[in-house]
């Protein structure tokens, strides 16, 4: 019974020690690959790295390896620095090395739910519900029609008015910032390439991002109004008219 006991515990141990060793000997394998081979540290993607997000934004997503030298990417990068607030052209897959490349200044990164600002002008975002972006259908490159409206608490009333004509919309996005894109439409229609009622839209909350292009002046306004009053957007193509009331619309013109 004794000499059954010990080689049991005899056999235990062997097999501890052998599982130990063979941890060892695969975890060491790529070093011992490695000793004579020069190489280089690059970095490399661990995780899905989507277009238009940038590696600050991405905690984890690239790990810093040991790549043989003969096998290191041309412009792989070897320091974050080389990136700085950079994002990723196109998406990038884990396995393979970060490379600048493929990272572009994030002003440069158009897609189907972008477009170009206009020379001298600036961007502002406005947080809107979808009642008030035209049902959620707006497309980055439509122009839109701006109605600002604000309460005059002193005169105990308020006026709205059609202020601004055909002002760019050059972003249209969700209300997490994510961006509608032309496979996330309904099959075999394109007509709503980069629009705001795709299939995605569930994930909205109701609320959406919409950035417009104007001068500075125009800009304060719209904010001015944003913050003390509300603003309605109307889809307005450049065939449409803009024959207004020619003034502010209140209670004493509302009817007339």
């Given at each position: 019974?004794?000499t059954?006991?010990?080689?049991?515990?005899?056999a235990?141990?062997v097999?501890?020690?052998g599982?130990?060793l063979?941890?060892?000997?695969?975890?060491?394998?790529?070093k011992?690959?490695l000793?004579?081979?020069?190489?280089?540290?690059?970095?490399?993607?661990?995780?899905?790295?989507?277009?238009?997000?940038?590696?600050?934004?991405?905690?984890?997503a690239?790990?810093?390896?040991e790549?043989?030298r003969?096998?290191?990417?041309a412009g792989?990068?070897?320091d974050?620095?080389?990136?700085g607030?950079k994002?990723?052209?196109v998406d990038?897959?884990p396995?393979?090395?970060?490379?600048?490349?493929?990272?572009v200044?994030?002003?440069?990164?158009?897609?189907?739910?972008?477009?170009q600002?206009?020379?001298?002008?600036?961007e502002?975002?406005?947080?809107?519900?979808?009642?008030?972006?035209?049902?959620?259908?707006l497309?980055?490159?439509?122009?839109?029609?701006v109605?600002l409206s604000?309460?005059?608490?002193?005169?105990?009333?308020?006026g709205?008015q059609l202020t601004?004509?055909k002002?760019?919309?050059?972003?249209a996005q969700?209300s997490n910032g994510?961006?509608?894109?032309?496979h996330e439409t309904?099959?075999?229609?394109d007509?709503?390439?980069?629009a705001?009622n795709?299939?995605?839209?569930?994930?909205?909350?109701?609320?959406?991002?919409?950035?417009l292009a104007?001068n500075?002046?125009?800009a304060?306004r719209?904010?001015f109004?944003?913050?003390f009053g509300?603003?309605?957007l109307?889809?307005?193509?450049?065939?449409?008219?803009?024959?207004?009331?020619g003034g502010?619309?209140?209670?004493?013109?509302?009817f007339?």
């Open positions: 019974m004794k059954r006991l010990i080689g049991g515990i005899a235990l141990l097999a501890i020690i599982t130990v063979l941890v060892n000997y695969v975890q060491n394998a790529d011992r690959a000793a004579d081979t020069e190489t280089e540290s690059v970095y490399v993607v661990e995780k899905t790295i989507a277009a238009g997000s940038g590696i600050d934004k991405a905690a984890g690239v790990v810093r390896k790549v043989p003969v096998a290191v990417a792989a990068v070897t974050l620095n080389q990136v607030q994002v990723a052209a990038l897959m396995g393979e090395q970060l490379l600048t490349t493929r990272m200044d994030a002003d440069s990164l158009l897609g189907p739910a972008r477009v600002v206009p020379t001298g002008m600036q502002i975002t406005l947080k809107l519900p979808i009642e008030r972006v035209v049902g959620g259908t497309t980055a490159g439509d122009t839109v029609g109605f604000v309460e005059d608490s002193a005169a105990k009333s308020g709205t601004f004509h002002v760019l919309v050059t972003a969700f994510s961006t509608a894109t032309s309904a099959a075999g229609d007509s709503s390439k980069g705001l795709s299939k995605k839209s569930t994930s909205s909350n109701g609320t959406y991002l919409i950035t104007r500075s002046a125009d304060e719209i904010i109004a944003t913050e509300s603003v309605y109307s889809k307005e193509p450049a065939n449409a008219s803009e024959g207004t009331s502010v619309v209140n209670t004493g013109r509302l007339r």
